[in-house]
């Protein structure tokens, strides 16, 4: 079943149920242009038997990224930016498998380092210690139309450079589920106040991209289940965006959830206690994070869906198959060390490796201190660290590395300052 092409609304054919889910690279130049590190990545992950493979964020404004070192396309590519983005298309599909370029924008999920001042939908700071995030400054109309024009930019850029999709990313606390979020969003415009107002900025955008791409290239959006958060976006929220997205003529939507502030998609523990949603358990969800959310979507609409988060035994992939759950099943960090998991899987492998069961900083004897919430999010982004210096590796090496989750954080805050040196100089 792993192995079963499906058809897409758009007429496009992925050819087996399995995609690498996007996962930050960190691997372009300073100035936002794709290196041979990203292309002998995403040739790597091509050969590994994916129908689909989605990139990392790549970014509409270039003082919004996501971290250093994303790929930027805020304005038409020149001569130099669109080989770079040819090169990298065409090692990413030469498989035959496909490639979707996940367009995005940080909004007010900016590190400090990179932005002292990030827009956002209002003023709203993100709750988290440390002072890394400053409080944003609210986008204007004018602003916001200007935004979902690049959007349209970057994803006729990528058509053109030989990429056969594109996805908006809607999730995880970044721009648009700002937008989306009743927290984070407390407009008085035609932007903010109802759903209807709030999902305005993401249908707006999806209408852009489609006019720009064509009725036959995929388009599609990553949509949070739930922020998972007292007064945040509900799966109500989310049900209803999806139908008036299923009636925009988007392809797929995956499902995902979580914010910085509570990092639902990384299994990680939040800021503050999680928010419950009205949603039947089952047997599926207790492996992923965010089958039964898809479940009680699809019950509601027609379009494809794409499930990312927790998955690791063929079983639930095929199980969440079965029952209607997802359409595409989406796998993440197992790809960051064993490139080759899709065709394992279809060839039969029962499980994958839960890598990041290794990679906690404070060691068991000091059970007391990991139970401290920044304990936790020493241990969550430490672990990130890991996966993340696994991705540099594989793109300047070709293989993994081996090394402790807290040097590979100290590695990481090493280049992502060399990268902003760089973009300042």
């Excluded at 949509?223 to 945040?232: E, I, M, R, T, V």
């Excluded at 299923?246 to 503050?272: F, H, R």
């Excluded at 949603?277 to 965010?290: C, G, K, M, N, V």
């Excluded at 900083?361 to 201190?369: D, E, K, R, S």
């Amino acid at each position: 079943m792993l192995d079963t092409p499906i058809t897409l609304p758009c007429g496009a054919v992925l050819p087996n149920r399995l995609a690498k889910a996007a996962m930050t690279e960190g691997l372009a130049t300073p100035e936002g242009v794709p290196t041979g590190a990203l292309e002998r990545l995403y040739g790597l992950w091509s050969d590994g038997g994916a129908g689909l493979l989605i990139t990392g964020n790549v970014i509409v404004d270039r003082d919004h990224l996501e971290r250093p070192g994303n790929v930027v396309i805020d304005r038409p590519p020149d001569a130099a930016m669109a080989r770079a983005l040819e090169r990298w298309a065409m090692v990413g599909t030469r498989a035959g498998n496909h490639l979707w370029a996940q367009i995005s924008h940080g909004g007010r999920q900016v590190q400090k380092s990179v932005n002292p001042a990030p827009k956002s939908a209002s003023d709203v700071q993100l709750a988290l210690p440390g002072g890394q995030f400053a409080r944003p400054v609210p986008l204007t109309r004018d602003e916001i139309a200007e935004l979902v024009r690049r959007w349209a930019i970057a994803a006729k850029a990528c058509r053109d450079a030989g990429f056969t999709g594109v996805q908006v990313h809607a999730a995880h606390g970044y721009l648009v589920s700002q937008f989306l979020s009743p927290r984070a969003n407390l407009r008085d415009d035609d932007y903010g106040g109802s759903l209807e107002n709030r999902a305005r900025f993401l249908l707006d955008i999806v209408r852009a991209v489609r006019a720009a791409v064509g009725p036959e290239f995929p388009v599609s959006v990553k949509l949070n289940s739930a922020d998972f958060q007292k007064g945040g976006f509900a799966f109500s929220d989310s049900l209803a965006v999806a139908k008036w997205l299923e009636a925009a003529s988007v392809d797929l939507i995956e499902i995902s959830g979580g914010t910085y502030e509570q990092p639902k998609l990384m299994g990680m523990e939040g800021m503050e206690e999680e928010e419950a949603q009205d949603i039947a358990p089952s047997t599926a969800a207790r492996e992923a994070y965010f089958v039964d959310f898809a479940k009680a979507m699809q019950d509601e609409v027609a379009v494809p869906l794409m499930v990312t988060g927790g998955f690791r035994t063929r079983a639930a992939m095929v199980q969440a198959l079965e029952i209607g759950a997802a359409d595409v099943i989406g796998l993440g960090r197992p790809m960051c060390v064993m490139t080759d998991a899709p065709r394992r899987l279809i060839e039969g492998l029962e499980r994958l490796p839960r890598y990041e069961d290794d990679l906690e900083v404070i060691p068991g004897w000091l059970g007391f201190l990991k139970r401290l919430q920044m304990m936790k999010a020493v241990n969550g982004f430490a672990g990130m660290a890991w996966f993340y210096q696994q991705l540099w590796s594989l793109g300047h090496e070709g293989h993994g590395e081996d090394l402790a989750p807290f040097k590979a954080f100290l590695a990481l805050e090493k280049r992502n300052k060399a990268i902003l040196a760089a973009r300042s100089d």
